[in-house]
């Protein structure tokens, strides 16, 4: 994955098929700092153009000639050379059942139809978050290569987009599980300093895991992020009560994990 530290730095590959659209959203991005910008019209052209040339970022549009930007986000994915490549996608849907895939997959944002400066800044600053350096953990008297990592989620697609997110802080030491039963016998017989976690998830949710935790587990004061898709205030409702750090919505801001874990970790 390609490295930059600024807007400028950027190397964005525009996948959208009307002409004016395709315009509209290259002005917005030159407005936001953005110089290199190279747009094609099709998924298939955008998989040879990120073959050719990977560029930092992919924004692509949902609707595409030859097939959906979900699905070309999916064939990056499985791209072993490039599976890790930003993506941000661009829709007027807003159906869960359509959306909650590109959710799972790791991406830096869902940006609407029209989409404000505003909306497209943050997904922008997003992927700086996702492709630069931090140094924060690096400062603190902590010695990262002892720090573990347990990331819960049924998604290994969302569970690669988070550790991407925190080894760019220098932390590479990871538990991983598909769901909380799963994560329950690793909790079992580890020790870790971070707990992430889904909270849609089969045989055992979010909720049901952090409530294991706290009453059950011998690590029950180990400090728990929840990220989650779930639009159901009434069922998040509480959540927070078994003292969890913080719930972000997928797709989360890297920059909040970030600062969250560097928090933590200044009193490790």
Not at 93 to 109: A, K, S
Request: proline share 4%; charged share 25%.
């Amino acid at each position: 994955m390609l490295e930059a530290s600024s807007l400028q730095e950027l190397g964005v590959l525009l996948v959208e098929p009307s002409a004016m659209q395709a315009k509209l959203i290259n002005g917005q991005l030159i407005k936001q700092g953005i110089a290199h910008v190279h747009t094609v019209d099709s998924a298939q052209a955008a998989m040879q153009a990120i073959r050719r040339e990977m560029p930092s970022l992919v924004i692509s549009a949902l609707y595409l000639p030859d097939k959906s930007g979900i699905e070309l986000l999916y064939d990056i994915r499985n791209d072993a050379d490039h599976a890790g490549l930003p993506f941000i996608l661009v829709s007027s849907e807003t159906r869960p059942q359509v959306l909650e895939p590109v959710r799972q997959y790791g991406v830096c944002g869902i940006l609407p139809k029209p989409f404000s400066e505003q909306q497209l800044g943050a997904a922008l600053n997003a992927t700086l978050d996702l492709l630069s350096r931090d140094a924060r953990l690096e400062q603190l008297d902590v010695d990262l290569e002892s720090v573990r990592v347990l990331l819960v989620d049924d998604s290994a697609m969302a569970r690669k987009h988070i550790r991407r997110v925190l080894e760019t802080m220098g932390i590479d030491n990871f538990l991983e599980a598909a769901d909380g039963t799963e994560a329950v016998r690793l909790l079992n017989d580890n020790m870790v300093d971070f707990v992430i976690t889904d909270y849609n998830m089969p045989e055992m949710d979010g909720r049901a895991l952090v409530e294991y935790i706290r009453s059950q587990s011998w690590q029950n004061s180990v400090p728990v992020l929840m990220v989650t898709s779930e639009a159901n205030n009434e069922r998040l409702a509480g959540i927070e009560e078994f003292g969890i750090v913080g719930i972000c919505d997928k797709p989360f801001e890297p920059g909040t994990v970030k600062q969250l874990l560097a928090n933590l970790l200044k009193g490790h």
